[in-house]
């Protein structure tokens, strides 16, 4: 009988994990694109925050999983913590869709079609002609093997049912709803699934396994769902261990959002008061065949009277979290992994975020050449150094990005995608490339400091018009890449002109300086290879602004490679 409970309860669980994973990835390919144009456009208000947390994870079917992506998120810069907060806020009640589905379970008798189900989603899967037909097969399948796991645990569960030493222990179980929270929180932690332990909960009650006194059944399942909504916040915590402050934060909003609502809901449960309450709002009294649904019922108030009492507090929640977690020195110097694997499943999503990094690795590229550029006007070495750091942090972005986006081609990718990455890649080689052009820049200044030389005032002004001219640029390719503005693409290229002009310009009247005596040869040479970087520079700015010219679209449009500029 052990034997036979046990093999049918674990086999019967892989089952609901495995169909819930189908079920998610079918319906996450299906609206990948329109998942991630809800959460690219998530704007401040926290209400819409909720309403996409709720959708996205219904589709995902884990509030983990949507915690996962938004700890991402937060990571890549893509939103604040206190937009993350509001989708948190969300997938809590989004995530109690599992419980009703497994409560159907009971009320429609759905698991006497899960076999005609796997039969129909397998042959989509298989002989789908279009990805679309094959992901609607992923969804079927998944479907028809979740509600096979959830008999094959039923099945498992019947032995306990007129064993009454089992009713003992979930009667004591029952009157000490803390120990409950914490059998929760112990066993959602271990399958890191709050709606896989929740729904073996369901299906004890359901097969009589925990006897027949369903007020204290509910009571127990109570504090086993509060426990279980702490013990899922497990995986945030894993997922943001190595990240940024901010990502950290967004972890234990997560954590703390639950808790909070646990030590609030205890004392209520103690006192028999939620129970009585989700008893007064269920329409039909705890029974064999309606104990289910009102689990799923404690389940969804819980998340639901949680976030109507959070939301408003909002801000001040974000302040707690923030005083909680201060920035250290460490944080603030601390180069953070920007890129997560865990959005690889989802490509949209992944091309989105290895974009928006390439645009924070524009930002540290124009870091690197101003701080070089101002280290050589200055004679300044601190700021020299800076230089260096940040094109140390330009190859970090580098090994980054294009490690993330050799792991991205492995998956199956739509024709858009497939194309774009290559340009991609030729974008963030640039970008390195123009790291190393600002530490050209600063060794030339560390040669003009150690022998002491200085430019004519004409030469200053030559050299601080072509910085102007290369820090243009690089607003406009930065602008370009962000909003594929096309238009300030084209701007770039104008720089790009005038930059050229420039470098024979100013060679020309730096060598007709040195002729005339107004300055050294060693002098000439260092403003003549200060030119020539800022020159190269610019062709390497030009070769990005040509790729989005040329067709890089992030919306649906087929890319285009473009000429390049190879310096």
Known sequence: MIKHMIFFTIGGLGLFLFGMELMADGLKRTTGRKTRKLLSTLTSNPIMGVLVGAFTTCIIQSSSATSVILIGFVNASLMTLKQALGVIMGANIGTTITAWLVSSAAVLDITSYSLPAIAVGFALRMLGRTDRTRNIGNIILGFGILFEGIDFMSNGFTPLQDNPRVHEIIARLGRNPALAVLIGLGLTMLIQSSSASIAMLQILAFKGAMGSDWHIILQLAIGFVLGSNIGTTITAQIAAIRTSLAARRTAWGHTLFNVGGVLYILPLLWLGWYTSAVEWITPFKPSASTIMVHIAVAHSMFNILNTLIFLPFINQFEALIVKLLPATAADAMAKPIILEEHLLNTPELAIDQARRAIVRMVEVAKTAVNQATAGLDENDTKKLQLAREAETASDNYQYEITSYLAMLSTKELSAEISVQLPVLLHTVNDLERIGDHAVNIAEIAERKIEQKISFSNSAQTEAARMIREVNQMFGCVSISLEKNDTEMAKSALVNEDNLNRMQLDYRRNHVQ?????????????????????????????TNIAQSVIGGLQWDGVEAKTAPRHDH
């Open 513 to 541: 300086r040195m002729t005339e005596g107004a300055c050294s040869p060693v002098s000439g040479l260092i403003f003549i290879d200060l030119v020539d970087n800022m020159e190269k520079i610019g062709d390497h700015l």
